[in-house]
């Protein structure tokens, strides 16, 4: 079993920053791949960010390229989502995702099969 925690949400301006954080009771380099989904309030879940293995290959939504930055830092079992420059169409819940086999990076959620309670984010205008 594996539990992943997320925090370092809250409410920001825009133009701010923030950074989340995600946890795993596992260690993460058992955990081949970690990303970040999000989900605003009567909107679809979507992909944010994907970090492979050891931070070595990462891919983002275009809505955030540029302004996130995923990394891991497997010897404390986390991995991170940096973002700069918010924007009021970033608030949403945001998940921690985490798939236990190897393979390609993948943004579709159905790909994962390990994920958080998530954390809220809120910028405001």
């Known amino acids: 079993q594996v539990q992943l925690e997320e925090s370092g949400g809250g409410l920001v301006q825009a133009g701010g920053s923030l950074t989340l954080s995600c946890t795993a009771s596992v260690r993460t380099l058992d955990v081949y791949l970690m990303g970040w989904f999000r989900q605003a309030p009567g909107r679809d879940r979507e992909f944010v960010a994907v970090v492979r293995g050891s931070g070595e290959d990462t891919y983002y939504d275009n809505s955030v390229k540029g302004r996130f930055t995923i990394s891991r830092d497997n010897a404390k079992n986390a991995v991170y989502l940096r973002m700069n420059s918010l924007k009021p169409e970033d608030t949403a819940v945001y998940y921690c995702?985490?798939?236990?086999?190897?393979?390609?990076?993948?943004?579709?959620?159905?790909?994962?099969?390990?994920w958080g309670q998530g954390t809220q984010v809120t910028v405001s205008s």
């Open positions: 995702v985490g798939r236990r086999y190897p393979g390609t990076l993948s943004t579709a959620f159905n790909d994962y099969n390990v």
